[in-house]
């Protein structure tokens, strides 16, 4: 009693400092909540009968009708699932890359090369969808130096790549790898380093080479990172990404490369239908927010540590 | 000490390093190329290009810079970069200084709050509606507004701000200094490693960004470099069709081509990227650490 008096006397007037910086916070909250949340009462639009140039008040309600024209459209929803999951379960299989990737780096005693390898191998990660799509064009195109290299070899180069239409998959998989595997094997040269230095004291002692080094200590010191890194992909599953499927989209190629990020944009801004965009694109976020907290649950169990 | 290698080592090691400097090939060698062609002669250049450039000329680059919408685009990247991450610095490192305070109001919930939003994504349609509607459609701010209060970086810079010795904050406090105070002259201050990396992440994000641009801004003067460029490789004649008269268009169609034209554009657009991104590096590395160590 006599302690909050002496608080009372000692503060004053003055503002308790928890409520001050609750108060300063309230700006930013709002900043968040209409940049962030206000878009998500967009998400009512799925449920009306709108077009544009109308207000929300003067369409009808109609349920979940634009949800069943999704799912009656079967044609056009299987391919573009069919593209979505293809690309995504192709990312997985190329999952031990960069694993890989990094577990040569580590070996490497040279530092310097070391460094070198690393900083040329992580710069395109740092390059814009555009940006890839120039230099697959002077690599790739019909006059392209690859095409090119190949006419001289007398292979048949009728299709380049950039309009192959049975190679979609794996070509857009290979420029995704390109781009991000010198960065994905980051984490787990960090991870690397965190093993403990002793098992390596103690393996070499036992005489064991190199190899064996690598199959019983680091990559059984891998999994932790590699599991969450699976998991975090996994509940991206359905989020290929816009950028890339946009700038390598042409007519040859494009009933493989539409992915439902792609998909969403087409019904949105190139077909103008706003509500049925904005249905695909909640399922979208509803699926994949689901996804990551069922990983997020299984992570607990299994390891009983969050990955969110 | 040096362990003599065993022969099996000496082969792995054959092995580890061809691959590795293959993939560093395949990782340089676009850029190198793109490089060399943007430098050779136009005419020769279209008998193809391997290791040197063929023949040597600048006129392509000197009839970009002539057009006024490179250099337009030039400034607003740069600009966008700048300011944005500057703001983005500025706003989430103040807020991740805000939910550091144990003793805030309502602290979980608003953190929790904030980060929700590195989750849900409203999608591109509802996106497009309210940045129209805040009036933002052919704005400059559009750029730099929307992302300034940034879930992801805040964790980062929390979890720095965490590891930081409290005694120092409260001596300030002793001392009789405000929040602001504290904030400007100790925290902020101190948190340089991690600012240094959000910084350089913002800037690779917003010089990289275009997809804002091209929903929401058709104003010329507001077009972004890496849409330009876009827009060139979609055009192949745009170049010739742009300059007025169309003797002009002639000759310079005569001295440069429209691949020559793709390659110098592309040059322009990465080579401030190529050009600090070796320095930057460590911040990038030390970021993605920091990354996994979650907030």
Not at chain 1, 63 to 75: P, Y
Not at chain 1, 276 to 283: D, E
Not at chain 2, 2 to 25: A, E, P, Q, V
Not at chain 2, 231 to 238: H, M
């Amino acid at each position: 009693m006599r302690k909050t008096q002496r608080e009372k006397g000692l503060i004053g007037k003055r503002m308790p400092e928890g409520k001050k910086f609750f108060l300063v916070s309230i700006p930013f909250v709002i900043f968040v909540f209409a940049f962030a949340y206000i878009p998500l009462f967009g998400w009512a639009y799925a449920f009306f009968d709108y077009r544009p140039g109308l207000s929300l008040l003067d369409c009808d309600f109609v349920g979940f009708k634009i949800f069943a024209k999704i799912l009656n459209n079967k044609n056009e929803l299987i391919r573009v699932m069919r593209n979505t999951l293809a690309m995504s379960f192709i990312g997985l299989l190329g999952m031990p890359l960069p694993v890989i990737f990094a577990i040569m780096l580590n070996e490497i005693q040279n530092s310097k090369f070391r460094k070198l390898v690393q900083t040329t191998t992580t710069l395109p990660n740092f390059i814009s969808w555009i940006v890839v799509f120039t230099l697959a064009f002077a690599m790739f195109s019909s006059d392209g130096l690859v095409t090119n290299i190949c006419k001289a070899l007398g292979m048949d180069v009728r299709n380049n790549l950039l309009g192959d239409n049975k190679h979609v998959w794996i070509f857009q998989w290979a420029l995704g790898t390109w781009k991000s595997l010198g960065w994905g094997a980051i984490i787990y040269v960090a991870s690397i380093a965190g093993i403990d230095a002793e098992l390596y004291d103690a393996a070499h002692v036992d005489g064991a080479n190199r190899w064996q080094t690598i199959r019983h200590i680091t990559i059984p010191g891998l999994y932790p990172t590699f599991f969450v890194q699976m998991l975090l992909q996994i509940s991206n599953m359905l989020n290929n990404g816009f950028e890339q499927y946009f700038v390598f989209y042409n007519p040859l190629v494009a009933n493989k490369i539409e992915v439902l990020d792609y998909y969403v944009f087409r019904i949105g801004v190139l077909t103008n239908d706003y509500p049925q965009s904005i249905a695909l694109g909640m399922c979208k976020t509803i699926i994949s927010v689901t996804l990551l907290f069922t990983a997020n649950r299984l992570s607990k169990k299994v390891r009983g540590e969050s990955i969110v | 000490m040096r362990i003599k290698k065993s022969k099996g080592d000496r082969i792995g090691d054959f092995f580890i390093y061809t691959i590795c400097i293959l993939f560093m090939i395949v990782c340089i060698y676009p850029f190198y190329y793109v490089i060399i062609y943007s430098i050779s002669d136009p005419a020769q250049a279209l008998k193809g290009i391997f290791l040197l450039p063929r023949g040597f000329s600048m006129e392509t680059y000197r009839q970009l810079l002539r057009t006024n919408d490179i250099g337009s685009a030039y400034m607003v990247s740069i600009a966008r970069t700048f300011f944005g991450t500057l703001l983005t610095i500025a706003c989430s490192s103040f807020f991740a200084y805000l939910v550091t305070n144990q003793k805030m109001y309502f602290r979980k919930v608003i953190y929790r709050f904030v980060i929700i939003t590195m989750y849900i994504n409203a999608g591109l349609i509802p996106w497009y509606m309210v940045m129209k509607a805040y009036h933002l459609q052919n704005n400059f701010l559009l750029y730099i507004l929307p992302g300034a209060v940034n879930a992801y970086y805040i964790v980062l810079i929390k979890t720095y701000m965490e590891s930081l010795p409290k005694e120092l904050e409260e001596s300030a406090k002793i001392d009789g200094a405000g929040m602001f105070r504290i904030y400007g002259q100790i925290i902020f201050p101190l948190c340089k490693p991690i600012i240094a990396t959000i910084g350089v992440f913002s800037v690779v994000g917003q010089w990289n960004q275009w997809t804002d641009n091209y929903f929401l801004v058709t104003s010329a003067k507001l077009q972004t470099l890496q849409m330009v460029l876009y827009n060139y490789l979609n055009q192949a004649n745009r170049f010739t069709n742009m300059s007025g008269n169309s003797a002009d268009a002639a000759a310079i169609a005569a001295t440069i081509t429209p691949t020559s034209i793709k390659m110098c554009i592309t040059v322009l657009v990465v080579l401030p990227i190529m050009c600090v991104y070796p320095f930057l590096q460590r911040y990038f590395v030390k970021g993605i650490m920091m990354g996994a160590v979650k907030g």
